[in-house]
């Protein structure tokens, strides 16, 4: 069992910055990929960001590429995601998830391949 806790978010205005954090607990962290996901109001989730459990690997999707950067401390059993040039389009609840693999080069974006969930943090950005 892994449980995660995120948080980090908030209300801010177009082209301010927020960082999300992700605590883990309950197995290995170092052992698995983690990842970002966002759910905004009558959408499905999505894919934002993923890393590798060493974090020396990293995937974004086209939409936040370049504005957000997603790392972990595994001493710290925690993973960040660092959002810059906010948009009111990135309002959302955004969630971090454990992947079932560890993985070394290759993401996955899917949201069947993660095992885990946090709860979500509100991030509301406005024009």
């Known amino acids: 069992q892994v449980q995660l806790v995120e948080s980090g978010g908030g209300l801010v205005q177009a082209g301010g910055s927020l960082r999300l954090s992700c605590a883990a607990s309950?197995?290995?962290?170092?052992?698995?990929?983690m990842g970002w996901f966002r759910q905004a109001p009558g959408k499905e989730r999505e894919f934002v960001a993923a890393?590798?459990?060493?974090?020396?690997?990293?995937y974004y999707a086209d939409s936040v590429k370049g504005r957000f950067t997603i790392s972990r401390d595994n001493a710290k059993n925690t993973v960040y995601l660092q959002m810059n040039s906010l948009k009111p389009e990135d309002t959302a609840v955004y969630y971090c998830?454990?992947?079932?693999?560890?993985?070394?080069?290759?993401?996955?974006?899917?949201?069947?391949?993660?095992?885990?969930w946090g709860q979500g943090t509100q991030v509301t950005v406005s024009s």
């Open positions: 998830a454990a992947d079932r693999l560890p993985r070394i080069a290759t993401m996955t974006t899917r949201l069947g391949e993660y095992d885990y």
């Open positions: 890393i590798n459990w060493s974090g020396t690997s990293t």
């Open positions: 309950g197995r290995t962290f170092s052992n698995y990929a």
